[in-house]
């Protein structure tokens, strides 16, 4: 009978354990929670387009009712860019549609959703004349960096047509 007793004890003991390894393997393994949040992108990000010499900033907010994430690009305060991005009940960025002042758009999706530290999304630029495949990496670097890699497809390959380094603009406590 105590054997019995101490092996249910123990069982209980190791399934309680796992499941407590698995918690921290999760936390572990993924950005922090509210990077897998699309709320990790409100506020202000200063931006740099690395070897181009090109600053930026992207203000970004929660608008109709948390179901989009709404931004936009201004370079010298100038209005470049607005894009939208649907917000899941899980919180998770799933579909992206930025609006550029040329007149074109790129529409991407994502399948997965961030993966460790990564979030792709992949789709199509519509500009006036050709449609081309695209695709963005972020990847999350601390609760205030992020760096983008932006991809076109030529043929059957990927090209970097240039990366992104941005920084959240952290207001000074007074």
Partial sequence: MEFNGVMRINARFY??????????LCII?????????????????NCE????????????????DGRWLSGKTKVKGILLSIDYWRVESNGQPSFRRLFLSDGSFVETTTKHGWRKN?????????????VIETRETLFWKDENTLEASIEQRKGSAWK????EICRRQVMEKS
């Fill in 160 to 163: 970097s047509r240039g990366k």
């Fill in 29 to 45: 393994h993924s950005p922090i929670a509210s990077a897998q949040d699309a709320k990790f992108f409100v506020g202000q990000w």
């Fill in 15 to 24: 399934l309680v354990l796992s499941l407590v390894f698995c918690w921290i």
């Fill in 49 to 64: 387009a690395v070897g181009k010499q090109q600053e930026f900033t992207w203000e970004a907010e929660i608008v109709l």
């Fill in 118 to 130: 990564k979030l792709r999304m992949q789709g199509l630029l519509q500009e006036k004349k050709r």
